[in-house]
């Protein structure tokens, strides 16, 4: 399995402004990917974080308002942009296919991190 | 694109009683079908998943059943304890990392 540590756990922000993510593991892994789950509901696919280039965004979500890096093989970041109370939700990064495994590895989470925006 | 529907939402069950959890799917192509435990204040965690050439898989208490052509999955959890009150969502995916989620079963166990 793997480990996976999010900063911010948690975090209280004025709207208008942006918070970053950071999302670490501590192996190497193929997949990255950013979930949003807002109060009390599922958990939704924002994007997949592509190692050197672009992440891929899900329908709904654009890069102006969640930009995403992932510079290396355990290490991406989300950023919430111009923050609205809308954006309230915990932010989760799940992890597959460690490196030098299986290829159907099952999917790993974080602990997530809540975000409270007023 | 895939479309996971799960039921019931909330599930009351008296510890020791069976607790049934289930889910349909769309996406025919969809082969991988997890299920996560999400406690309180923390991520959701893996408890066991189920393969599209496999009909059922149990882990001790728990059970996955798999019916590809009605297009849909179970969870089965025998001996409730209220250790296992937690929020369980099923998911599915024609990849082991990409998720489709359901929208999630809030289980209490009384003890």
């Known amino acids: 399995s793997a480990v996976i540590s999010q900063k911010p756990s948690r975090d209280i922000c004025q709207r208008g402004t942006s918070l970053t993510i950071q999302c670490q593991v501590d192996?190497?892994?193929?997949?990255m990917f950013w979930y949003r789950q807002q109060p009390g509901q599922s958990l939704t696919l924002i994007a997949t974080?592509?190692?050197?280039?672009?992440?891929?965004?899900e329908s709904g979500f654009v890069i102006d308002k969640f930009p995403i890096s992932r510079p290396n093989l355990t290490f991406s970041t989300l950023t919430v942009s111009n923050m609205s109370p809308e954006d309230s939700s915990i932010y989760l990064c799940s992890v597959g296919g460690l490196t030098g495994g299986r290829e159907d590895t099952e999917a790993f989470f974080g602990q997530g991190t809540r975000l409270t925006v007023v | 694109g895939e479309n996971v529907e799960q039921h019931p939402s909330t599930l009351s069950v008296q510890e020791g009683d069976s607790a049934v959890i289930k889910c349909t799917y769309s996406d025919s192509a969809s082969n991988y079908f997890p299920w996560y435990k999400q406690e309180l204040g923390k991520g959701p965690q893996l408890i066991i998943d189920i393969r599209s050439n496999v009909g059922e898989k149990k882990d001790q208490r728990i059970a996955v059943t798999l019916n590809k052509t009605a297009k849909h999955f179970s969870l089965h959890i025998t001996e409730t304890q209220p250790e296992d009150s937690a929020v369980y969502f099923c998911a599915a995916s024609r990849s082991s990392y990409k998720l489709i989620f359901g929208s999630g079963t809030r289980l209490l166990v009384r003890p």
């Open positions: 192996s190497q892994v193929t997949m």
């Open positions: 974080a592509n190692q050197g280039s672009e992440a891929t965004y």
